[in-house]
């Protein structure tokens, strides 16, 4: 999905969960369930490199995923640094 680095700041500010809801569908085709709920885990935005990673816990039935939405021109080195922040 084309996204922007400024429409995906500009929707985290209004409201997080509205990044989710771009994707809740596609996220829905590949569960083959619906989302019973959705909570913000943890969030990196990097305003330098203009990368973004977004890790949201989605639960469908009984179950539940982590979903991450990236943006970056070079993903390895965000996911890389998302979890260097983390330790």
Request: charged residues 30%; aromatic residues 10%; negative net charge.
């Given at each position: 999905?084309?996204?922007?680095?400024g429409?995906?700041?500009e929707l985290?500010?209004e409201?997080?969960m509205k990044?989710f809801?771009l994707?809740?569908?596609?996220?829905?085709?590949?569960?083959?369930s619906?989302?019973?709920?959705?909570?913000?885990?943890?969030?990196?935005l990097n305003?330098?490199?203009?990368a973004?990673?977004?890790?949201?816990?989605?639960?469908?039935?009984?179950?539940?995923?982590?979903v991450?939405v990236?943006?970056a021109?070079?993903?390895?080195?965000?996911?890389?640094?998302?979890?260097?922040?983390e330790?």
């Amino acid at each position: 999905m084309e996204l922007s680095f400024g429409k995906l700041t500009e929707l985290y500010d209004e409201n997080h969960m509205k990044i989710f809801e771009l994707f809740e569908s596609l996220v829905e085709d590949i569960l083959e369930s619906k989302v019973s709920r959705v909570k913000l885990c943890k969030t990196f935005l990097n305003l330098k490199t203009g990368a973004a990673l977004i890790e949201c816990m989605v639960n469908f039935g009984k179950e539940s995923i982590s979903v991450k939405v990236l943006h970056a021109d070079d993903p390895i080195k965000a996911i890389t640094k998302y979890y260097e922040a983390e330790e």
